[in-house]
């Protein structure tokens, strides 16, 4: 039979949940007035114009077959981000036309991409508070303001919350020495670089 809980564990486990709600709600509420925005700039190449994209689920086989803007320009290019568009494609087969979807996406993937700074940080100080101010600081600092309000930028959102799963699989298993996580955060990173390839660079980060 597993201990019980000691009344400090469980004060410290409220005390976590209550920063994790604090940097959640500061999060959403920061960004929730783009909740009923629409489409913007290069949103018209990747959605809004992107013939594949606008086939809804029917067009994730060409979106893996063809390069990021091939169903705006028709361009063979170089920029190769299929699981971006492969949500886009969801989002616009849920609710066709309507950019709402694809803004609620990024505002809640902003929520949790501060949610797991705040874990990586803490995992890597052992410091809760420090851990907190900087995901506070993360999700109040305004020059992710273009990421979060463009629904395009999803590929920087998913990208960088993707990149630091695979960190946060990497300390586990130097944490337990068990294969297994080194394997989840090879995954996750593969994941992340069919996203933006930028996440080449946490590489090195980690």
């Known amino acids: ?16 949940l209550w920063l994790k709600l604090i940097i959640a709600f ?32 029917d067009g994730i086989k060409p979106i893996w077959t063809t390069s990021y803007r091939d169903g705006y320009w028709n ?44 874990k990586v940080i803490n995992q890597l100080t052992a410091h809760r508070n420090w851990a907190f101010f900087s995901a506070l600081i993360f999700a109040a600092i305004t020059m992710h303001t273009e990421v979060v309000a463009n629904i395009k930028s999803l590929d920087e959102l998913l990208s960088m919350t993707l990149g630091v799963g695979a960190w946060l699989a990497v300390l586990k298993w130097f944490d337990t020495n068990h294969f297994k996580y080194l394997s989840y955060s090879a995954l996750v990173f593969l994941a992340g670089m069919f996203t933006k390839e930028g996440l080449i660079a946490y590489v090195l980060i980690i």
């Not at 039979?1 to 976590?16: V, Y």
């Open 1 to 16: 039979m597993s201990k019980p809980k000691s009344k400090a564990t469980e004060s410290n486990g409220r005390t976590t």
């Open 26 to 57: 500061t999060a959403f509420a920061l960004y929730s007035n783009t909740l009923n925005h629409g489409y913007v700039l290069d949103d018209v190449s990747v959605i809004s114009g992107n013939r594949h994209v606008m086939q809804g689920v």
């Open 75 to 118: 361009d063979s290019g170089t920029l190769y981000r299929p699981l971006t568009l492969s949500v886009f494609a969801v989002q616009w087969y849920l609710s066709p036309g309507n950019p709402a979807l694809g803004h609620w996406t990024n505002v809640l993937m902003y929520v949790l991409l501060c949610l797991m700074i705040f």
